[in-house]
């Protein structure tokens, strides 16, 4: 016995087609994902720098305090948020310059200093080679807030713990990026 060719069944055009529209929105979706990782991937650097200069302004606070370079009293903002503070870390967001004479970040004797810069290595992927590239990081400001934590006052008055919150803005690509970094410092070193 024969079968009849109508009988047979295959993929009917509108099949295919659905078929193909779900496979061109899957890939669409694989593409995308792909392209984020790659932006991420590209962003590394950019990362790494913001924090390891948000880590660079905590060391430099908490160095100041254990060094003795400056009292308590300095271990603020220039204007606060009383407005008058009275300490030395200029307010506000500020360019990532070399540190002043007094050997801390975000203070008034940075202003005469020039931008910070990275050397990174060239095409032979090796340091201190005739090839490695330098940047200047004119694109990121580092902003240090240090406010007294409410509630912990002593008897004379003086509040013993602060807050310090390193903010890092920087581009990364197309958008904007922040890193902060939050961390307490008290009058004991």
């Keep these: 016995m024969r079968k009849d060719p109508l009988s ?39 990362d790494l720098i913001a924090t390891q200069k948000a880590a660079e302004a905590i060391e430099s606070v908490f160095s100041a305090r254990d ?5 308590w009293a300095q271990i603020r903002n220039v204007l606060g948020s009383s407005g008058t503070d009275g300490g ?17 970040v975000n203070t008034a004797d940075d202003a005469a200093q020039p931008v910070e810069s990275m050397v990174y290595p060239g095409q032979d992927q090796k340091m201190f080679t005739a090839d490695d590239v330098t940047v200047t990081l004119s ?3 580092r902003e240090i807030q240090i406010r007294d934590v409410p509630g912990e006052v002593d008897v004379n008055g003086i509040c013993n713990l602060r807050s310090i919150t390193v903010t890092v803005i920087y581009q990364a690509g197309q958008t904007s990026r922040r890193y902060s970094l939050v961390t307490y410092i008290s009058t004991y070193s």
């Design 8 to 46: 047979q069944r295959g993929f009917s055009l509108i099949e295919t087609i659905m078929a193909l529209g779900v496979l061109t929105v899957g890939l669409m979706g694989a593409a995308s994902v792909i392209t984020m990782g790659m932006q991420r991937v590209s962003s590394s650097p950019s």
């Design 67 to 71: 060094s003795h370079v400056l009292v």
């Design 88 to 104: 030395v870390f200029i307010d506000g967001p500020q360019p990532l310059k070399l540190v002043g004479p007094d050997g801390l």
């Design 139 to 141: 694109g990121y400001t």
